[in-house]
């Protein structure tokens, strides 16, 4: 992978979804990688040194969003890592727990595109 690219892991158990997200982040100059569950995500972030962001959804096999979550948090190396929750859990609550977690941005998908996220993920990381 070019290292002068932002690199943004994705967990998204959805297929076609993970392939519209994967689309827009590689069209937007990103580096991906892309993968089906917290538990591969977490080996991929173990894996890859150089991983920018984490875009993750809740509602996934294996482990969800929210172990997800907490599993990074628990790693100190990692609590820099910026994490965009995108889901399409739409609840207040939802949106306060991945907070509390740690999230550092909570989305509904059906209210942005992948293209916007694609333009969230260079904002934050502007920061």
């Given at each position: 992978?070019?290292?002068?690219?932002?690199?943004?892991?994705?967990?998204?158990?959805?297929?076609?979804?993970?392939?519209?997200?994967?689309?827009?982040?590689?069209?937007?100059?990103?580096?991906?990688?892309?993968?089906?569950?917290?538990?591969?995500?977490?080996?991929?972030?173990?894996?890859?040194?150089?991983?920018?962001?984490?875009?993750?959804?809740?509602?996934m096999?294996?482990?969800?969003?929210?172990?997800?979550?907490?599993?990074?948090?628990?790693?100190?190396?990692?609590?820099?890592?910026?994490?965009i929750?995108?889901?399409?859990?739409?609840?207040?609550?939802?949106?306060k727990?991945?907070?509390?977690?740690?999230a550092?941005?909570y989305?509904?998908?059906?209210?942005?595109?992948?293209?916007?996220?694609?333009?969230?993920?260079?904002?934050?990381?502007?920061?």
């Amino acid at each position: 992978m070019t290292k002068n690219k932002i690199t943004v892991l994705l967990a998204e158990d959805t297929a076609d979804i993970r392939e519209l997200y994967t689309t827009a982040f590689t069209d937007g100059g990103f580096n991906v990688i892309a993968v089906e569950n917290g538990k591969l995500a977490l080996a991929e972030l173990e894996k890859h040194k150089d991983i920018d962001i984490v875009v993750t959804d809740i509602e996934m096999p294996v482990m969800d969003g929210f172990k997800l979550l907490e599993e990074i948090r628990k790693v100190k190396k990692y609590n820099k890592i910026p994490i965009i929750v995108a889901s399409n859990l739409d609840a207040f609550n939802t949106e306060k727990k991945v907070k509390d977690l740690g999230a550092n941005k909570y989305i509904v998908k059906c209210n942005v595109t992948p293209m916007d996220v694609a333009e969230m993920i260079k904002e934050l990381l502007k920061k």
